[in-house]
């Protein structure tokens, strides 16, 4: 019989995954002074996609919100493919997109792994650290990490097709008379709860920037 026993200091929450299936897939890092291990695990079934990008996207992500932001203060920081599609938690997140069965997959599907791990790693920032209430001031969870996501986003490619982050991308919304106030809480946004937390903070801080 085997116990594990976890500790983490300064988490505000905690998850953890655990499978016969999983590949491990390891690199090490350093943020500032911090020592970090950079890890993936997933079931075979995400590969290729998994193996060539999620720990890459970890330590891309590391290195720009560290740059803009903070060092990441955590030893570990952990992308899991798991049933959801993307979903953080301090140290760890689980993200969803895997390649076809016959391991195949369009541009789509890796820049949509790309994306949702960056965003995911970078909740460690915003609000894992920061530690803003999240229900309360979506923009300052959602809004500051899509903002960043940005910058990853080209910094890995100037020509990745961000979804958030350009101007251009929100002018439907902004022109809609009907939508909420950037400071409504998030149980009571009646509607484009994506574009009112996430984009247009985002498109305000590309522009402020």
Known sequence: TKT??????????????????????AQGHRSGTQPVLAM?????????????YSTAAIIHTLNLYSRYSFDYPYPIAISVNGPVGGMEYPMICFNGPRPEEDGTYPERTKYGL???????????????????????WTWMDEGLNSFLQYYAEKEWDPAYPSNRGPAKN???????PDQSPLMTESDVIHRQFGNNGYGKPAAGLVMLR
């Open 114 to 136: 790309i994306s949702v791990v960056i965003h995911e790693v970078g909740h460690n920032y915003f609000p894992m650290i920061v530690n803003s209430d999240e229900r309360q």
């Open 40 to 52: 993936s695990y997933y079931p075979n079934e995400g590969n290729p996609l998994w193996a060539q």
């Open 170 to 176: 929100i002018v439907n919304y902004m022109k809609d």
């Open 4 to 25: 594990w026993v976890f500790h983490a200091e300064n988490v505000r929450d905690f998850a953890f995954a655990s499978s016969r299936k999983f590949i491990w897939d």
